[in-house]
């Protein structure tokens, strides 16, 4: 079955302590992403990548970390979360940039 | 920077009537305007999408218009159903390799 898995489905955790959100696809798809979803701000781009090796910033970077290493993983790294971080967190991957969006079933990350 | 405003943030309509949702977006080099539906605790999934070459799609009920002169494009329901109650937000494709996703529209389908 084609899909996008991620894990953790939810996480709390406790403020500095680095974690690791997986995110793969077994879709051969080129382009994946991650968002943010916060109430009345929709979905917002933190990182996406064309390609293995290949990541660019998306609105707000900051605070987070991903590598491609492989075409099918792209994990999120939250070095040292923060209370902001607390939100809502899908992957998605296309086909290649320009085409529909598969998403994961989403992360709820609470820092505290 | 580039941003996608979408409108109404919440519509209320009843069963069998219509529902528009409208959008507009700033980065004239957008190329590629999905759609997507999200239901209460699921993932958002694609309903409709256009490109920049065409001016309006359809596939049965829904329908998405795209206008390029005024940087606007909209989501149309016709007949609703008390299943189309979800979360719809519009997106455009900038003409880098971002997606910009508009705030969505909460609908609800009163039976």
């Known amino acids: 079955e084609a899909q996008v898995t991620q894990n953790p489905r939810y996480l709390i955790t406790v403020t500095g302590k680095k974690l690791t959100v997986t995110c793969s696809q077994n879709m051969n798809h080129e382009y994946m992403s991650w968002y943010r979803q916060d109430p009345g701000l929709g979905l917002r781009q933190i990182y996406y990548s064309m390609n293995v090796e290949v990541t660019d910033k998306g609105d707000v970077p900051e605070g987070y970390k991903v590598s491609r290493k492989e075409k099918r993983n792209f994990p999120l790294i939250l070095e040292s979360p923060s209370p902001n971080q607390t939100s809502l967190y899908f992957c998605?991957?296309?086909?290649?940039?320009?085409?529909?969006?598969?998403f994961g079933q989403g992360t709820r990350l609470t820092v505290v | 920077g580039e941003n996608v405003e979408q409108h109404p943030s919440t519509l209320s309509v009843q069963e069998g009537d219509s529902a528009v949702i409208k959008c507009t977006y700033s980065?004239?080099?957008?190329?590629?305007f999905p759609w997507y539906k999200q239901e209460l605790g699921k993932r958002p999934q694609l309903i409709i999408d256009?490109?920049?070459?065409?001016g309006e799609k359809k596939d049965q009920r829904i329908a998405v218009t795209l206008n390029k002169t005024a940087k606007h494009f909209s989501l149309h329901i016709t007949e609703t159903q008390p299943e189309d109650s979800a979360v719809y937000f519009c997106?455009?494709?900038?003409?880098?390799?971002?997606?910009?996703f508009g705030a969505g529209t909460r609908l609800f389908v009163k039976a």
């Open positions: 997106a455009a494709n900038t003409g880098g390799f971002k997606t910009i």
């Open positions: 998605a991957s296309s086909y290649r940039e320009g085409t529909e969006a598969f």
């Open positions: 980065d004239s080099a957008s190329n590629y």
């Open positions: 256009i490109r920049s070459n065409v």
